[in-house]
């Protein structure tokens, strides 16, 4: 969802003034206004997801007898609080510094300073608990390396699919984002929405890299993908073989009928 949502906004960012400016090559600003906290919404949902994936491994791998009750409300509202409300949270600070559908407010000396403290003490608690989350998990496989095999396995693969995703995000959307503020409080506007423009560029891949690396990376991913790509050609081979039995089978009631009637002549 965060792909579509963020390629229907198309938006550009840069800097003038004291005004960040997000608009869209493609919508009236209304409605790219709409798609593109859509798309942070879908972002931040993507990253809450990763997260709680990586408690419940904690979790699994920490408490082997005890089982959650995946069908109760008591699990279901928490889990979808914790995966929605950043996303929440952050149209919210953008809502209070917006000054019109395709502009908003951004400078140290104004209500901006809630936005940007949102989103670093977001990347900073988030970083956080997935590291201490994580550290949990290496000392308990180090502590009881006896652990059941197929817990083990699932917990590490899910690990290494969230640090994938982790980095990812810091390559592709942390780090130009915060150059391009850090730039944009130096006074330096044309390098920020440079830094701006680079940032889009590299989020409009993020999701094609992670799926790639995903691929390459895990085994049951490269097995699932080329039993697709197998099945795709197969489906092909066999399109091919029906289109030329068709033919053929045309081509012999054609010659039959012309026998039967020079036969009648």
């Given at each position: 969802?965060?792909?579509?949502?963020?390629?229907?906004?198309?938006?550009?960012?840069?800097?003038?003034?004291?005004q960040?400016?997000?608009?869209?090559?493609?919508?009236?600003?209304?409605?790219g206004f709409?798609?593109?906290?859509?798309?942070?919404?879908?972002?931040?949902?993507?990253?809450?997801?990763?997260?709680?994936?990586?408690?419940?491994?904690?979790?699994?791998?920490?408490?082997?007898?005890?089982?959650?009750?995946?069908?109760?409300?008591?699990?279901?509202?928490?889990?979808?609080?914790?995966?929605?409300?950043?996303?929440?949270?952050?149209?919210?600070?953008?809502?209070?510094?917006?000054?019109?559908?395709s502009?908003?407010?951004?400078?140290?000396?104004?209500s901006?300073l809630?936005?940007?403290g949102?989103?670093?003490?977001?990347?900073?608690?988030?970083f956080?608990?997935?590291?201490?989350?994580?550290?949990?998990?290496?000392?308990?496989?180090?502590?009881?390396?006896?652990?059941?095999?197929?817990?083990?396995?699932?917990v590490?693969?899910?690990?290494k699919?969230f640090?994938?995703?982790?980095?990812?995000?810091?390559?592709?959307?942390?780090?130009?984002?915060?150059?391009?503020?850090?730039?944009?409080?130096l006074?330096?506007?044309?390098?920020?929405?440079?830094?701006?423009?680079?940032?889009?560029?590299?989020?409009t891949?993020?999701?094609?890299?992670s799926?790639?690396?995903?691929i390459f990376?895990?085994?049951?991913?490269?097995?699932?993908t080329?039993?697709?790509?197998?099945?795709?050609?197969?489906?092909?081979?066999?399109?091919?073989?029906?289109?030329?039995?068709?033919?053929?089978?045309?081509?012999?009631s054609?010659?039959?009928?012309g026998?039967?009637?020079?036969g009648?002549?």
């Amino acid at each position: 969802m965060f792909s579509i949502s963020f390629f229907l906004a198309s938006p550009i960012i840069y800097v003038f003034g004291f005004q960040l400016h997000v608009e869209s090559l493609t919508l009236s600003p209304v409605f790219g206004f709409t798609m593109w906290h859509l798309a942070l919404f879908f972002f931040t949902v993507q990253l809450q997801f990763s997260l709680l994936m990586l408690m419940y491994a904690s979790y699994k791998i920490t408490h082997p007898l005890g089982r959650l009750k995946l069908k109760s409300l008591w699990v279901w509202i928490p889990a979808l609080s914790f995966i929605t409300l950043p996303g929440c949270g952050l149209f919210a600070v953008f809502y209070i510094t917006k000054t019109s559908y395709s502009s908003y407010r951004f400078s140290i000396h104004d209500s901006a300073l809630v936005l940007i403290g949102y989103i670093f003490i977001y990347g900073f608690s988030y970083f956080s608990t997935s590291a201490l989350f994580i550290i949990k998990i290496r000392r308990f496989l180090a502590k009881w390396p006896g652990t059941n095999m197929a817990t083990t396995k699932l917990v590490n693969t899910v690990v290494k699919n969230f640090l994938i995703a982790l980095l990812n995000v810091v390559v592709v959307g942390a780090t130009p984002l915060f150059v391009a503020i850090i730039l944009s409080f130096l006074a330096l506007p044309n390098a920020s929405s440079i830094m701006f423009e680079i940032q889009l560029k590299t989020m409009t891949v993020y999701v094609t890299v992670s799926t790639v690396s995903s691929i390459f990376i895990f085994t049951p991913y490269r097995k699932y993908t080329l039993k697709m790509i197998n099945c795709v050609l197969c489906f092909k081979r066999n399109g091919i073989m029906t289109v030329s039995i068709v033919k053929l089978s045309r081509t012999k009631s054609l010659k039959a009928s012309g026998l039967k009637q020079t036969g009648h002549k």
